[in-house]
């Protein structure tokens, strides 16, 4: 995102449009979005963490989301990704693709942006750039997060061990069962379950370098995301079904809708491969964070992911998780 002089920002175009939506948001390494590029230092001792997402309507968001909640979406499950290899938030850019005579108005990005804020503050982030152009076609939306973290100490999903316990944090499956909700396919007169589509809590602020082996955030469906560090990590992942937290929104709805749970998408909570000497150290960091963690199975050796029922027997896996081919 590039500016132009104040004169052309008080007019109409693309720089006015930026000056008047994505300025307020920027960081001094933006350089007041007037420049080709941002000027960003690393620290010495540490190394930067980079994420990338993109949302489009109608594949990640729906048309009638409220526009103050895209912005923080696509913002939190980046920086889901950040927490997930033990990064704190630090900058971000974004790049916007508008669909041509529709109704993203002055008032739609207003709200847009005022959301974006509401985060920068909650996360301790702040714009550095991006690009704005239109399309005949859906709206996109794209990020690129940095966060930061000492040298050698990123977690990874390669690293699990046979022995380790598997944790996840927060409750699984709420934001499947949440689009199901806003498409009109389920019913929560709570809410709660749209809200948990809509805004991911990122679970940042965890420091578990040195307690856990393996992380990755789920994203993709719980079974999928452990079948991606089963196949990183050369092992094997059990999950007992029984033991995956269910929020009190999803539980009322009944055991029919277990496999949407667990093999849906969205969650944005961290999974987690943890010796079971260091659990305490684990459970303890998580308290510390606010963040709750549960313990939901084992690593073995073999390969892929092995799901049990409350006696112990394999569920025969027929789905997996989101895929985009």
Not at 171 to 193: E, N, P, R
Not at 214 to 228: R, V
Request: net charge negative; proline share 4%.
């Amino acid at each position: 995102m590039t500016g132009t002089s104040d004169p052309e920002n008080a007019g109409s175009g693309e720089f006015s449009f930026i000056a008047r939506h994505f300025r307020p948001l920027a960081g001094a390494e933006a350089l007041d979005l007037r420049d080709d590029c941002a000027l960003m230092r690393c620290p010495v001792g540490e190394e930067f963490a980079i994420s990338t997402d993109t949302m489009v309507e109608n594949v990640h968001f729906l048309s009638d989301d409220p526009p103050e909640t895209l912005g923080r979406k696509l913002l939190r499950c980046n920086l889901s990704d950040l927490a997930a290899m033990g990064a704190r938030p630090h900058a971000y850019t974004l790049n916007v693709t508008v669909p041509r005579g529709g109704r993203h108005d002055e008032s739609w990005f207003s709200a847009f942006s005022h959301g974006l804020a509401e985060d920068q503050r909650r996360y301790g982030v702040h714009l550095i750039g991006g690009d704005t152009t239109s399309i005949s076609g859906p709206l996109v939306l794209s990020a690129t997060v940095f966060g930061l973290l000492k040298q050698n100490t990123a977690l990874r999903r390669n690293t699990a061990s046979a022995g380790d316990d598997i944790w996840v944090t927060g409750t699984i499956g709420d934001a499947a069962l949440g689009l199901l909700v806003l498409q009109g396919k389920l019913k929560d007169s709570s809410g709660f379950l749209a809200t948990r589509y809509r805004l991911p809590q990122p679970r940042t602020g965890l420091n578990l370098h040195g307690i856990v082996n393996a992380a990755m955030d789920i994203s993709d469906g719980l079974i999928q995301d452990c079948g991606h560090i089963a196949t990183e990590s050369g092992v094997q992942l059990v999950i007992e079904s029984e033991a995956v937290p269910a929020s009190e929104a999803a539980a009322s709805l009944g055991q029919n809708w277990l496999m949407q749970r667990l093999c849906g998408g969205d969650d944005y909570e961290l999974l987690l491969t943890c010796p079971p000497e260091r659990s305490r150290a684990l459970q303890s960091a998580c308290q510390d964070a606010g963040i709750p963690v549960h313990r939901i199975g084992r690593v073995q050796t073999g390969r892929g992911v092995r799901l049990l029922d409350a006696i112990g027997a394999d569920i025969v896996l027929e789905q997996g998780g989101w895929q985009h081919f």
